[in-house]
């Protein structure tokens, strides 16, 4: 079955780290692209990262210089690695699969695989 | 940045209602567009890509259309299960990948 789970929110003080997991089964994440999405209570999607299947990486405003993406291959997980937190960091961060689909000539770059997220709390 | 715009933002409707559901782009996405269906607790499932393309076990009531900067997505009979809240999302030239806002389908 494929699957993504996500592990390592919880409580942290403004300035403070937390790492984030994303075990997958059922497919590589070394052969995809991987995205991490959260979701602030109540509110609407953010878009936070992305690793391409080379290995390269981007990242939204909000967070670039303080969160880093990563991959390990052979446990087949991916990784967010967050600093500098702030109260507005915290969501429910899902990991995502980003499956590449043709129709034609044409690829189509849909998130089709989500995990159920796991909660960062930014709070002193 | 593509800014994505949903309306409305609440739709209360009945069971067996047709329901047509908006994004608008801020410029043109061409038929990089995808829709996302999303319960309380739930992770979001992917519903429609290209716009229009319909993923491989979402029911045929589900159908999307548009290109450019305005889309549609249509549920032909209500379900109880589609109450939920819908985001669209883009994906043309990323990155950032941008998503609307979202749709609340609830129960009139």
């Known amino acids: 079955e494929v699957q993504l789970v996500e592990s390592g929110g919880g409580l942290v003080q403004p300035g403070g780290s937390l790492r984030l997991s994303c075990a997958a089964s059922?497919?590589?994440?070394?052969?995809?692209?991987m995205t991490w999405v959260r979701q602030a209570p109540g509110k609407g999607l953010e878009w936070v990262s992305v690793i391409h299947a080379g290995g390269r990486t981007d990242y939204s405003d909000s967070v670039r210089g303080r969160f880093t993406i990563s991959r390990h291959n052979s446990e087949n997980t991916l990784y967010l690695q967050m600093n500098s937190l702030r109260p507005e960091d915290t969501a429910v961060y899902h990991c995502?699969?980003?499956?590449?689909?043709?129709?034609?000539?044409?690829?189509?770059?849909?998130?089709?695989?989500w995990g159920r997220g796991t909660m960062v709390t930014v709070s002193s | 940045e593509i800014v994505l715009t949903q309306s409305p933002a609440t739709l209360s409707v009945s069971p067996g209602e047709r329901v047509t559901l908006s994004c608008r782009a801020s410029?043109?996405?061409?038929?990089?567009l995808v829709w996302f269906q999303q319960k309380p607790g739930q992770a979001p499932r992917l519903l429609i890509y290209?716009?229009?393309i319909r993923v491989t076990g979402i029911p045929a009531r589900f159908s999307g259309s548009g290109s450019g900067t305005e889309f549609t997505l249509t549920i032909s009979s209500l379900q109880s299960e589609d109450f939920a809240v819908y985001y669209c999302?883009?994906?043309?030239?990323?990155?950032?990948?941008?998503f609307g806002p979202g749709t609340k389908v609830d129960i009139k």
């Open positions: 999302q883009h994906y043309d030239n990323w990155p950032p990948f941008t």
């Open positions: 290209g716009a229009s």
């Open positions: 410029q043109s996405v061409s038929s990089n």
């Open positions: 059922g497919f590589s994440v070394t052969n995809k692209f």
């Open positions: 995502a699969r980003v499956n590449d689909f043709w129709s034609g000539t044409q690829r189509h770059d849909a998130f089709d695989i």
